[in-house]
C-alpha cells in the first residue's frame, strides 16, 4: 500500500470497483501539460467523494467530471496551466498548477476571482498535499 492509499484509507475514501485504465490525453490536451502520476493513480483508484480532515472540509471530483466542472466553472479559459479536482465547499477552488519550473504544484484559490496571484500553496504534490491534510498542516 502506498502513501496515498495508507492515508485515504485513514479516511474511509472509497474505492472504485475496479482501478480503471483511464485515458488522460482529452483532459491533458485542453490543459497543455501532462497530470503528475500520483493523481492520476488516484482517479483510477478513488471515487469523487467530500470529507473532513481535522478541521478542513473538501472534496475531489472523479475523473468523469472533471473536463465539465473546469470548463463549467471556466477554469481552464481563466487559469492557464492549471486545472481544478476539487474545492472546499467555502468558495475556494482546489487546483493543480504547472510552474515555469515544470513542477506541480497543489493549490488553493478562490472561485470568485480566478487570478493566478491568489493561489496559495496547500502541497508541493498531490502526495504531498494529502499529506498535509492528514498531519493538519496548512
Do not use: V
Not at 492509499?5 to 483511464?22: A, E, G, H, R
Not at 497530470?35 to 468523469?64: A, C, M
Not at 493549490?107 to 496547500?122: A, C, G, R, V
Request: hydrophobic share 35%; with cysteine; proline share 2%.
Amino acid at each position: 500500500m502506498n502513501e496515498i492509499d495508507n492515508i485515504l484509507t485513514k479516511y474511509n475514501w472509497p474505492t472504485k470497483d475496479s482501478i480503471n485504465d483511464l485515458d488522460f490525453a482529452e483532459i491533458e490536451n485542453c490543459i497543455g501539460f501532462e497530470l503528475p502520476g500520483d493523481y492520476k493513480e488516484f482517479l483510477r483508484k478513488y471515487s469523487f467523494y467530500e470529507t473532513q480532515i481535522d478541521e478542513e472540509s473538501f472534496k475531489l471530483w472523479d475523473y468523469d467530471k472533471l473536463l465539465d466542472w473546469n470548463n463549467g466553472y471556466e477554469i481552464i479559459d481563466n487559469l492557464k496551466m492549471t486545472i481544478g479536482i476539487g474545492d472546499n465547499g467555502g468558495g475556494e477552488l482546489i487546483g493543480l498548477e504547472k510552474l515555469k519550473n515544470g513542477n506541480i504544484r497543489t493549490i488553493l484559490t478562490p472561485f470568485i476571482d480566478l487570478d493566478k496571484t491568489y493561489h496559495i500553496e496547500i502541497g508541493n504534490s498531490f502526495t504531498d498535499f494529502l499529506r498535509r491534510m492528514d498531519k493538519g498542516e496548512k
